[in-house]
């Protein structure tokens, strides 16, 4: 079936908020004494956030209650929108906005699918919340990436079918989501190295994703 729809995912595909997120995971495990490092930050890519301070957790001396870990996960975030407030349309990665034009020469769908609860701030600051059909964001799913529920989410508010999507996706848990939901998914980024992507490019600015594309949109339907 031919691809009808592309559903990026967020950060690290569309703006690259890695940084952002490890200045804010840092400030917070340094005021609580725990150890947090880059190598530690990559491994939250594509997590909700619940479940990233789960991970910086493991690295604590004592145990934090329900609503202490709550606390937390407010304070990094309180820490991370201070950070992607300062957000422009400069922040866009390469080749994004080129990608999302060529969807729509294509008259592919484009939409957004994000484990990220600040999906639509970062889209505004961006200067890419118009060139979506859809948005399927962490407030919109009750499980987060490797579960396939926010692809299927966005598929479902883009109109179109799992097998006639692809997902573009820089983390592991992403491609793993897209494929347990039944699409194709184009790894990018750290991602390239997932065995079961179905194309690979080192970001959207790669040469190779304009006739990937095209190829894909213009694949015949099967009989
Ligand atoms: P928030 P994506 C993910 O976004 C990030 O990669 C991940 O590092 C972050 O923990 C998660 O969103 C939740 O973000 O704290 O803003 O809700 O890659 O799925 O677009
Ligand atoms: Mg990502």
């Known amino acids: 079936m031919r691809v009808k729809a592309v559903l990026f995912d967020l950060d690290g595909v569309l703006v690259s908020t890695d940084e952002c997120h490890f200045k804010a995971w840092s400030r917070l495990a340094a005021e609580e004494g725990i150890p947090f490092t880059r190598a530690q930050n990559d ?5 909700s956030r619940e479940e990233s301070l789960e991970i910086l957790l493991r690295g604590a001396q004592k145990t934090y209650s329900a609503e202490q870990k709550a606390a937390l996960a407010a304070r990094k975030n309180e820490y991370y929108r ?3 407030e300062e957000l422009t349309q400069a922040d866009a990665m390469a080749g994004a906005r080129e990608t999302l034009a060529l969807c729509k020469q294509l008259g592919l769908k ?3 699918a994000s484990s990220s609860k600040n999906t ?3 889209l505004q600051k961006t200067g890419l919340a118009e060139e979506f059909c859809a948005v399927a964001d962490g407030n919109c799913i009750r499980k987060s990436k490797p579960d396939p529920e926010v692809f299927l989410k966005a598929a479902q508010l883009a109109g179109e079918e799992p097998a006639a999507c692809l997902v573009v996706e820089d983390a592991e848990a992403g491609v793993t989501g897209g494929k347990r939901g ?3 998914v184009l790894a990018v980024g750290a991602a390239q190295s997932c065995p079961y992507a179905d194309h690979r490019a080192a970001s959207l600015a790669d040469p190779c994703v304009a006739p990937l594309l095209r190829r894909l949109a213009e694949q015949e339907e099967e009989q």
Request: no cysteine; glycine share 12%.
């Open 43 to 47: 491994l939250l890519r594509g997590v």
């Open 120 to 122: 639509r701030l970062i």
């Open 110 to 112: 484009a939409a957004v």
């Open 182 to 184: 039944g699409m194709r």
């Open 82 to 84: 201070a950070l992607i």
